[in-house]
């Protein structure tokens, strides 16, 4: 059973739209979520992290929330560039006793079109 | 502060060969995790070091599998008797504790012919 479901899989934009990724989890506990960009080819880059009921943060064109009762966060990039192109994975850290095992999304694979 | 480093960046093996993956935390992470992506089943969590000890292999193959830290400098994962499916990214993370942000490395890409 897939712990963390994201939606849309693949999304394409023209530069400078925006543009809403979703993600909805079942895991438990769930002590925080984390957005990540991976560029093909590369690591993972943590865009932003969330770990309040209800929390909201910005990032320059990047903004998140997150909604833990409903299991529910939303990544908005704003004015879109050629260069957000790749995949945005969204991560809940379900925290154990030592360390966060982290839960990974399939991601979403993103495309800005010029 | 060159983050994690992780080499090979690519490794090509045959079929039953052994395969050796390295990882070098970010100095003074004491916290070390090794991850393995593929298409079919997205990112996994295989293991985790903290001080050197290992913690969690709860995600490891119970075979052919084994990873170690032998100094807070680097830590290996191995691969004995390559098989075609191990083919995969696979990725080091480290951070200051278990439960601190965890930086990634660029991951080795593993391709098993």
């Given at each position: 059973?897939?712990?963390?479901?994201?939606?849309?899989?693949?999304?394409?934009?023209?530069?400078?739209?925006?543009?809403?990724?979703?993600?909805?989890?079942?895991?438990?506990?769930?002590?925080?979520?984390?957005?990540f960009k991976q560029d093909?080819?590369?690591g993972l880059v943590s865009l932003?992290?969330?770990?309040?009921?209800?929390?909201?943060?910005?990032?320059?064109?990047?903004?998140?929330?997150?909604?833990?009762?409903?299991?529910?966060?939303?990544?908005?990039?704003?004015?879109?560039?050629?260069?957000?192109?790749?995949?945005?994975?969204?991560?809940?850290?379900?925290?154990?006793?030592?360390?966060?095992?982290?839960?990974?999304?399939?991601?979403?694979?993103?495309?800005?079109?010029? | 502060?060159?983050?994690?480093?992780?080499?090979?960046?690519?490794?090509?093996?045959?079929?039953?060969?052994?395969?050796?993956?390295?990882?070098?935390?970010?100095?003074?992470?004491?916290?070390?995790?090794?991850?393995?992506?593929?298409?079919?089943?997205?990112?996994?969590?295989?293991?985790?070091?903290?001080?050197?000890?290992?913690?969690?292999?709860?995600?490891?193959?119970?075979?052919?599998?084994?990873?170690?830290?032998?100094?807070?400098?680097?830590?290996?994962?191995?691969?004995?008797?390559?098989?075609?499916?191990?083919?995969?990214?696979?990725?080091?993370?480290?951070?200051?504790?278990?439960?601190?942000?965890?930086?990634f490395?660029?991951?080795?890409?593993?391709?098993?012919?």
């Amino acid at each position: 059973k897939t712990q963390v479901e994201q939606s849309p899989q693949s999304l394409v934009v023209r530069q400078g739209e925006n543009c809403v990724l979703q993600c909805n989890y079942s895991v438990t506990p769930d002590n925080h979520l984390r957005w990540f960009k991976q560029d093909t080819g590369k690591g993972l880059v943590s865009l932003t992290v969330l770990v309040h009921e209800n929390d909201k943060t910005s990032n320059g064109r990047y903004s998140a929330t997150l909604d833990k009762d409903a299991k529910h966060s939303t990544l908005h990039i704003t004015a879109t560039l050629l260069d957000d192109t790749a995949t945005y994975i969204c991560v809940v850290g379900a925290e154990s006793s030592s360390f966060s095992k982290l839960v990974f999304g399939q991601g979403t694979s993103l495309s800005v079109v010029p | 502060n060159a983050g994690v480093i992780q080499t090979p960046r690519h490794k090509v093996t045959g079929k039953g060969q052994e395969a050796t993956l390295w990882c070098e935390p970010i100095s003074g992470h004491s916290a070390v995790f090794w991850y393995r992506q593929t298409i079919v089943q997205g990112l996994e969590f295989l293991t985790y070091f903290r001080n050197q000890a290992p913690i969690d292999d709860s995600g490891m193959p119970k075979e052919r599998f084994s990873a170690q830290m032998p100094n807070q400098s680097h830590s290996t994962l191995k691969i004995q008797s390559t098989q075609p499916q191990d083919s995969a990214v696979y990725l080091c993370a480290s951070s200051w504790t278990g439960i601190a942000e965890q930086f990634f490395g660029p991951g080795t890409r593993l391709t098993v012919l």
